[in-house]
T-cell receptor, first 117, second 115 residues
Framework: AQKITQTQPGMFVQEKEAVTLDCTYDTSDQSYGLFWYKQPSSGEMIFLIYQGSYDEQNATEGRYSLNFQKARKSANLVISASQLGDSAMYFCAMREGRAGANSKLTFGKGITLSVRP | DGGITQSPKYLFRKEGQNVTLSCEQNLNHDAMYWYRQDPGQGLRLIYYSQIVNDFQKGDIAEGYSVSREKKESFPLTVTSAQKNPTAFYLC??????????????FGPGTRLLVL
């Protein structure tokens, strides 16, 4: 079974609107971390937001928030007030186990987001 | 400026040739990683190193080799044994865990093409 699943086809959103990018994960560990990265056409991976499995509140970073539903094993990224520069590929990733003890990340296949003016 | 540099940006390999991709970081990070990305796909881990003079195989290590002689450098060699090397290669680094949080930061990548 895939550890990280991103199944949405290419997503489109109107500028200034909000959009949700879905991510489900599979792990038997109690301790894990979830990450979202943005990859523009230039190729560099840009870290957006992190959620730890024991964090009680959903993570937020500026216009990015993570809708963490532990029982459903989902970690959806919400981008508010979309901008043209948000057009990119978005990847969900997971680290299983405690940070430091295991630093490996497993990535999903990504979702393409296009922001329309 | 602190960051991760990768060179070259584009690399061409002839059949049967070994090529080496450079990755340097000045973030004082302990851990470094190499990933491969194929078109329309996510990243797959090739090798990683959590400390100087030590490294571990990732999910797709066959046909690749690495060294970690200095904390700031983690070069990747794509050997002739790698039959399908055309891909985008990304290097990353991270701090050793502080509490529960350890983020990997990436370089700009190297695109490898086979002639």
């Amino acid at each position: 079974a895939q550890k990280i699943t991103q199944t949405q086809p290419g997503m489109f959103v109107q500028e200034k609107e909000a959009v949700t990018l879905d991510c489900t994960y599979d792990t038997s560990d109690q301790s894990y971390g979830l990450f979202w990265y943005k990859q523009p056409s230039s190729g560099e991976m840009i870290f957006l937001i992190y959620q730890g499995s024991y964090d009680e509140q959903n993570a937020t970073e500026g216009r990015y928030s993570l809708n963490f539903q532990k029982a459903r094993k989902s970690a959806n990224l919400v981008i508010s007030a979309s901008q043209l520069g948000d057009s990119a590929m978005y990847f969900c990733a997971m680290r299983e186990g405690r940070a430091g003890a295991n630093s490996k990340l497993t990535f999903g296949k990504g979702i393409t987001l296009s922001v329309r003016p | 400026d602190g960051g991760i540099t990768q060179s070259p940006k584009y690399l061409f390999r002839k059949e049967g040739q070994n090529v080496t991709l450079s990755c340097e970081q000045n973030l004082n990070h302990d851990a470094m990683y190499w990933y491969r990305q194929d078109p329309g796909q996510g990243l797959r881990l090739i090798y990683y190193s959590q400390i100087v003079n030590d490294f571990q195989k990732g999910d797709i290590a066959e046909g690749y080799s690495v060294s970690r002689e200095k904390k700031e450098s983690f070069p990747l060699t794509v050997t002739s044994a790698q039959k399908n090397p055309t891909a985008f290669y990304l290097c990353a680094s991270s701090t050793r865990g502080q509490g529960w949080f350890e983020t990997q930061y990436f370089g700009p990548g190297t695109r490898l093409l086979v002639l």
